[in-house]
Each structure stands twice: as C-alpha cells, then as structure tokens.
C-alpha cells in the first residue's frame, strides 16, 4: 500500500506563486502526477513525472507555469506553480502508482486527499 499526503495548499492571489508538496509513505513508488478538480468541473490532469525524473508530461493549461519535481530521498512529490491564475482553483491532488507505464498512461492506482489551493483576482 502507498499513502499519500498532500500540503501547501492556500488562498493567494493572481500573479503569485506557490508551491505544493505530497508526501509518500509505503511501496516504492514508479510514477507520481498532479490532478486537480474544480467544483462542477471533472478532474484535470495537471503534471507527472517518473521515478528517474527523466520524463514529465504537462497539462496544456499549465505548461510554462507550473514545474513537476520529487525527492526520491525525502519520498516527496512537488508542484511549483507559478503565475497563478484564477481559473487555476481547485482541489489538487497526489498519485501515484507502482506499475512501470508510460506517462501517457494516466492510470494510478493510489490517491491522496487532496489540497485546496484558492487564486483571488
């Protein structure tokens, strides 16, 4: 079993930055990815990244703004997102998965809470 936990989370304004962190417990994990949901909204696929940190995937709406890193050391996913915009609110959440797919492959099979991240104009 893999747990998952997110933070950094908060009610900023448009223009700032911020940046999240999901801390992972138990197997060892191969790929990790940001998702995010806004109310009404399906959920998002926002970021990724390998266990090699050779290969990440973007979600178009974030490319350029937003940058996917882990720690393998510390077991921490993190999302620095920059330029925040209003449309960027929503629910962020951590996954992560152990089977060694393609990160085309937005299959995961563990989830964390969530964190709520709140951009004012």
């Known amino acids: 079993q893999v747990q998952l936990v997110e933070s950094g989370g908060g009610l900023v304004q448009a223009g700032v930055s911020l940046r999240l962190s999901c801390a992972a417990s138990?197997?060892?994990?191969?790929?990790m990815a940001w998702f995010r949901q806004a109310p009404g909204k399906e959920r998002e696929f926002v970021a990724a990244?390998?266990?090699?940190?050779?290969?990440?995937r973007y979600g178009g709406s974030v490319r350029g703004r937003f940058t996917i890193s882990r720690d393998n050391a510390k077991s921490t996913l993190y999302l620095q997102m920059n330029s925040l915009k209003p449309d960027d609110t929503a629910l962020y959440y951590c996954?992560?998965?152990?089977?060694?797919?393609?990160?085309?492959?937005?299959?995961?099979?563990?989830w964390g809470q969530g964190t709520q991240v709140t951009v004012s104009s």
């Open positions: 996954a992560a998965r152990t089977s060694i797919l393609p990160l085309t492959t937005q299959t995961y099979d563990y």
């Open positions: 138990g197997r060892a994990v191969y790929a």
């Open positions: 990244i390998t266990r090699s940190r050779t290969d990440t």
